[in-house]
């Protein structure tokens, strides 16, 4: 009898979509409410960081496949590439956007993915993850990645202390650090919801303004199985509050000293006159209210269920949308610090 050869099973590559992007792709069939403009792939498994509101965090009772409310099928990576570049070929997906989780070996499986993504399309990569120092940020961008999104997700240490792992400090000096080498590449998110005041989000979002480093804003969506399972979402009026704030930081429209504050550190006022506000905040195409952060990232129902409430809309608003969210905003502030301003 000839000896038995053990083989060492060689591991394939896969990319984890997210279902939209697997739709979109060509890869699965489901109706879509809306479709993501971006393809969003995860890489790897349960991640070794611990965010209390992650579904992948190492403490993390939630299914493998979700992130967020999203599901993540996983396929061949050759197979899901040449399927993403087909879809940016017929430009119904702008950008692919690589959410990796940390592990043995994360940096070297993005800096494969960005290559493999890259050699098959011109689309813009971006790809969140959490590096040790700049020199992998350089890394990846130099195998064609066009941004990287380091993500703090709180927006004061306080919070930060609360609900993630890891040193606040070592993020803080890598994004000012990351900012400074690679202008207008980096990028961070941040979650509204974790238990911060509107006072330390605005004071986050201008600094990142001011670093030059690109936001996308997040409501806490509670996952079962995570450790904020039951804690609230943030209330919508505080969330659109801070999404006009972000808007109007971002177009340097106002800074956050124009602000005034509550003394528990709600917004009273965005430091401009009502007319003013309903002027610049009612683009139903270049609305606040849309999902922010990478250009045509859109992020369906990442934050939402369909039919529920939406924290940020994934498409244009129509006009009696636009306008509702604006005079909607604008009665949740001090109608007293109109005159003020
Ligand atoms: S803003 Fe959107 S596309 Fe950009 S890194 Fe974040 S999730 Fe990805």
Redesign the pocket.
Known sequence: MGKRVLRTPIEVPQWRLSSGTAVVAGLATARLDCAPT?AYVMLGERCSGDCAFCAQARSSAARADLLSRVAWPAYGAEHAAAAISSACDANVLR?I?FQVTTGPGHIDRAIDAVRTARSLTDAPI?V?VAVPSCEEIGRLLGAGAS?V?LAIDAACERVYAATKSGSWAHVRMLLRSAAQAYPRQI?T?LIVGLGETELEMACALQDYVDLDIAT?LFALTPIAGTRLASAMPPPLDAYRRLQATRWLLTSRLARQNNLRYDGGGRIISLGMPRERLLQALSDPVDSPFRTS??RD?N?PYYNERPGGVIYNYPRPLTDTEAQAEVRTLLDSLEPAAFSQV
């Open positions: 971006t950008r956007c971006c969140s941004r999104t990028g998110h996308g952060g990478c990232c992020r």
